[in-house]
């Protein structure tokens, strides 16, 4: 039932051509991004993640905010309970999100965009192309509870989700400079981007996985306390 739910969202969400706008908001990213030469992936990767994040919170709250508010809430009924209907939203908005991540990865190849070590001291290509990979997935679940708690569902008006979604942003990019007291506060965007420019860095990558993943935990909970309140 939840997995048949998160299929109907999708299609609903590309459809009503809505699944458009963040596609082409990361192929203009993309463009911007390489259109000036080819760079090393890590530095490159580590950049367009950090620029990829409001862009899948964005593409998030689009999707959770397809269905009007009474079909949500019959859904809810049909469904079996409000937790089943929150799985399948975020379901559905981890399939999109996983799209844009793997366009963020692959176009940039088709187009030249991807360069090995030129230099002495530039890290090995696979090195690289790994630290990438890791900065875009690790910033995925921190963008996707921003997005949910910017839903409609969760704040109540399209007005309040775009300040949300707009402080969160915000916030992910002044605050989460690295050595700054308050950098716990965001999801590590910036240290994230600055991480992959030399390659492969484990002791930075494991303590921004955790700090990513406590912050999408905390966002997602506040999600749930807001849906059951308002539901």
């Known amino acids: 039932m939840i997995v048949s739910l998160a299929r109907m969202r999708l299609f609903s969400f590309v459809r009503t051509g809505r699944a458009m706008a963040p596609f082409l908001g990361v192929l203009v990213m993309l463009g911007v991004i390489y259109g000036g030469g080819p760079a090393q992936p890590g530095e490159a990767y580590g ?6 994040f409001p862009i899948l919170a964005w593409q998030t709250k689009i999707l959770l905010d397809v269905e009007p508010d009474v079909q949500r809430r019959l ?4 469904i079996g ?3 089943s209907e929150i799985v399948a939203g975020i379901l559905a908005a981890l399939a999109t999100g996983v799209v844009l991540v793997l366009l963020t990865l692959v176009v940039p190849w088709m187009i030249g965009g991807i ?3 030129r230099e002495a001291g530039d890290p090995p290509l696979a090195d690289g192309v ?14 996707l509870a921003l997005g949910a708690l910017a839903s409609r569902a969760a704040v ?15 916030v992910g990019f002044a605050f989460g400079v690295r050595d700054s007291p308050v950098a716990w506060l965001a999801p590590p965007l910036i240290p994230t981007s ?3 420019v030399d390659g492969l860095a484990v002791g930075s990558m494991l303590g921004y996985t955790a700090q990513a993943l406590v ?3 905390l966002v997602l909970v506040g999600y749930v306390m807001l849906r059951r309140r308002n539901d």
Do not use: D, E, Q
């Open 115 to 117: 360069t090995g070590p």
């Open 130 to 143: 790994i630290a990438g990979v890791w900065a875009n997935l690790l910033l995925l679940p921190p963008a």
């Open 47 to 52: 950049f367009s993640a950090a620029i990829l």
């Open 81 to 83: 309970g409000l937790r």
């Open 156 to 170: 109540g008006t399209a007005a309040r989700g775009v300040a949300v979604l707009a402080g969160g942003a915000v």
């Open 75 to 78: 859904t809810v009924v049909a």
């Open 215 to 217: 912050w999408a935990v």
């Open 194 to 196: 600055r991480s992959t």
